[in-house]
């Protein structure tokens, strides 16, 4: 094979995502797209493109009836021999070499002039550097100049703290670093944990990550997290730049103003401009400008000499507009519509006429325009006075860009797409929007939450707006919020938006208690269902239906239900749901102690989940699975998972779970005799239960008290210990106490349970 294609593919930064990604294990293309914010099809096409080349492997898993492609690397090797005239590429010893990585979007930097101690300052930094300085003074390309293999992440005022640390994750991830990823794909959410996994890992990596332009972030975590890190951070570095001076203290921070370049700089600027200059001349335009580098490439753009100072910038680049020709001026104000970098493929579309490459590189050569990432975007500084004197129907271009956007179908982009058609003022494509969330999109809600709230609230009268930001507060437990939103909703909404308010007002009735409500929500639900006849919304109603039938202790009903939800999913193909409704199948028969039944319909969902990579999902089931194995008095087996689940867990800091997982291996070891494993997961509970006051962690003591019990003492200090501690939560210190009983009878016949 030729080596061309190889190393095109290799500098493809999407695909080397996907290959360092990979390095971690075996993917469906699913949930890489997930990983990666991108769009699966055009995983699946990258997927197979690297297959060819042979650097990564597909094999079909056999899952029930069905065939799943999973993916792994073929080989974490790859040597380059450069030889005169020639280059062979093997899989050799030697690793893929680091510098392949360029991490995201720095902005290219051409020209760049002076700024020598500025320079070593940032490079002799460590921890967290502030940049700060007003607009066009040269901070982003400074910073850009001083660490062009950083990762790089320019605010736009729109996310929250999540969708940055889902940054972070990645970039980190491309170092070798993957427990960010790996916590906030198993759902963790705690800032604290979060904070020190990044700190953790850009300290691992040493890593240096500059947040662009902070003064436009809203989300004062971000501020909080900085200063966590900087007094923590001894060999990664945080580089801000920023209009606005943050307080983030003095520990571990460097903070450097920027002024203008210097006279020599500045004069250096203007003769690699090709300008030529006389010194007087030069004095005019240094006395204007101050050495602000982009006033400096206006005037020089502009051949202005005159000397005006009121609004320098207005004047100076209304002299540079009057030079330009129609096209010119038009892609310019298209581009001052928007405060965020526009995709070419998107110009394209906005511009619509066929010389829209030769414009863009025109406005980019006088430096009218800059590169930011995958996107050109006009100048700030210079955006007002755009705005001001273009005649542009926003409402028409915001509505073209959010369909542009909607297309790409990534979570990130979607936020953006709900952004512009709420711009647009166009309602219907904000309703076309919010349904294709509820059917493609439901990752939005549960790991983008705050931000997709702020871009609905400018529509907050909409009702299907409402039902949205509803979501959000379900979500986030807020049940009371989001019930008024959606009872002001129910009566306008129409169609599969009132199917879905009716079945979410189903569920927040189950969980504030109100069975009777829930059944009436859930009729109405059934109703439209039927009159709809849409397979999403029978699916939102047998899922709620399924636990409906549960929680009033109809089991078979339930279970028919959950069957009837598996056969859906399997009709719409939606790989992340269906692992899930396997796994509460496995639930009900365990609750009906059906233990082997239980066992297969695990036994399905971990395969599918494991085929996936949906590793959250694996490890709970491992844990019922530990569950039913030890309803099988099958303690081997119940100790195998209950490790597996115990040890992701704990490494994801979900302690909860970690703590069930826990207390299932403590009692088999019991059962088993294995007394002092068992006692040492005891003290694990019991310090789980100190720092998180999880009850079920106090258990350890009764844990404790049953294994002096199994060698002949009394233990009552420890029973003494669990009864006072789980004091409050006698049902859980009663239900403890019959698995122990059962465990003790069974093994010590000389101690009446009643001793207990
Ligand atoms: P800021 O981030 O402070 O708003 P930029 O870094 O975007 O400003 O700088 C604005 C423009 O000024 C850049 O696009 C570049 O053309 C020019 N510029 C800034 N600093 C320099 C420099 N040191 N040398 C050459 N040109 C510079």
């Given amino acids: 094979m030729k080596v061309h294609p190889l190393l095109k593919a290799l500098s493809n930064e999407t695909n080397l995502q996907i290959l360092t990604l990979l390095g971690s294990g075996s993917f469906h293309p699913r949930e890489l797209a997930r990983l990666l914010q991108r769009d699966e099809t055009d995983v699946s096409r990258r997927l197979k493109q690297l297959e060819k080349l042979g650097l990564v492997a597909g094999r079909w898993v056999r899952v029930g009836d069905r065939n799943v492609r999973v993916y792994s690397l073929r080989t974490g090797e790859i040597r380059v021999e450069l030889k005169p005239g020639e280059i062979r590429v093997r899989a050799g010893e030697e690793e893929f070499d680091e510098t392949l990585l360029r991490p995201k979007r720095v902005p290219p930097v051409e020209n760049f002039v002076g700024r020598r101690e500025e320079l070593d300052l940032l490079l002799g930094s460590k921890g967290v550097v502030v940049i700060y300085g007003m607009a066009g003074i040269g901070k982003t390309f400074l ?14 005022g729109l996310e929250d ?3 940055l640390t889902w940054q972070f994750g990645l970039f980190l991830n491309s170092l070798g670093w993957g427990e960010l990823t790996e916590y906030l794909r198993g759902g963790g959410r705690s800032e604290a944990d979060v904070f020190e996994l990044i700190t953790e890992g850009l300290e691992a990596t040493r890593g240096t990550v500059v947040l662009d332009d902070l003064h436009k972030c809203e989300d004062e975590r971000v501020l ?4 966590y890190l900087a007094p923590r951070l001894r060999e990664g570095r945080i580089v801000v730049t920023t209009r606005v001076k943050p307080n983030l203290g003095a520990d571990g921070v460097t903070y450097l103003e920027l002024r203008g370049l210097k006279p020599e700089e500045a004069y250096e600027l203007v003769r690699m401009k090709g300008e030529k200059m006389d ?3 030069f004095a005019g335009l240094y006395g204007l400008t101050l050495g602000h580098p982009l006033a400096l490439n206006l005037l020089l753009e502009g051949q202005i000499r005159e000397k005006r100072q009121e609004n320098l910038f207005d004047f100076l680049f209304g002299e540079v507009y009057k030079e330009l020709g129609e096209d010119e001026r038009l892609m310019l104000s298209i581009l001052a519509l928007f405060d965020e970098p526009v995709e070419y493929e998107a110009i394209k579309a906005l511009y619509r006429k066929k010389n829209a490459f030769s414009v863009l590189y025109s406005l980019l050569r006088r430096g009218l325009i800059e590169r930011k990432g995958d996107g050109y975007s006009i100048h700030e500084l210079l955006r007002g006075f755009l705005r001001e004197v273009s005649n542009l129907e ?14 790409k179908e990534t979570p990130a982009d ?12 166009d309602r219907e494509r904000v309703r076309k929007l919010v349904a294709f969330r509820i059917t493609k999109m439901k990752l939005v809600i549960t790991d983008f939450p705050t931000a997709y709230l702020r871009i609905l609230s400018p529509l907050s009268e909409e009702p299907a707006v409402k039902l949205e930001m509803g979501m959000v507060y379900f979500q986030k437990g807020l049940y009371e919020k989001a019930k008024k939103l959606w009872l002001e909703a129910e009566p306008v909404l129409e169609g599969v938006f009132k199917a879905e308010v009716e079945s979410l007002l189903a569920d927040l009735s189950m969980e504030l208690g109100d069975m009777g409500s829930a059944g009436e929500y859930l009729e109405k639900t059934r109703k439209l269902a039927e009159e709809l006849k849409d397979l999403y919304t029978w699916l939102s109603y047998y899922m709620e239906k399924t636990k409906y039938d549960y929680r009033r202790g109809d089991v078979e009903g339930a279970l028919e239900s959950a069957f009837k939800e598996l056969e859906i999913v399997r009709e719409l193909k939606d790989v992340q749901e269906e692992p899930l409704i396997l796994l509460h199948i496995g639930d009900i028969y365990a609750g009906m102690e059906s233990y082997e039944r239980a066992v297969t319909y695990y036994g399905e969902a971990l395969e599918l989940s494991k085929a996936y990579g949906i590793r959250f999902l694996e490890h709970a089931t491992y844990m019922e699975l530990a569950k039913a194995y030890y309803g099988l008095k099958n303690y081997g087996k ?7 689940a115990a040890e992701y867990f704990l490494k994801l ?3 909860r779970r970690a703590a069930d997982s826990i207390a299932y291996r403590c009692v088999s070891y019991l059962a088993l005799g294995e007394l002092e494993k068992a006692r040492t997961d005891a003290w694990e509970l019991v310090r789980i239960a100190e720092s998180t006051n999880y009850p079920l962690g106090w258990a350890g003591y009764l844990f404790l008290g049953a294994a002096e019990r199994l060698e002949g003492r009394e233990g009552e200090e420890y029973f003494g210990r669990g009864r006072e501690k789980l004091r409050g939560n006698e049902r859980l210190y009663d239900a403890v106490l019959g698995e122990l009983e059962k465990i003790l009878t069974s093994k010590v016949n000389k101690v009446p349970p009643e001793h207990l």
């Fill in 224 to 227: 909080r997290m900085l200063t």
């Fill in 414 to 425: 979607f936020l953006r797409a709900m952004k512009y058609a709420i711009a647009s003022g």
């Fill in 638 to 644: 119940a100790v195998e998972y209950a490790t597996k």
């Fill in 653 to 655: 800091r979900n302690y």
């Fill in 279 to 281: 010194p007087e001349e």
């Fill in 394 to 407: 926003s409402a028409q271009y915001y509505g073209a860009y959010s369909d542009y956007l909607a297309e």
């Fill in 161 to 163: 703290f999540y969708y």
């Fill in 143 to 156: 910073a850009a100049r001083a660490f062009p293999s950083a990762c790089w992440y320019s605010f736009t």
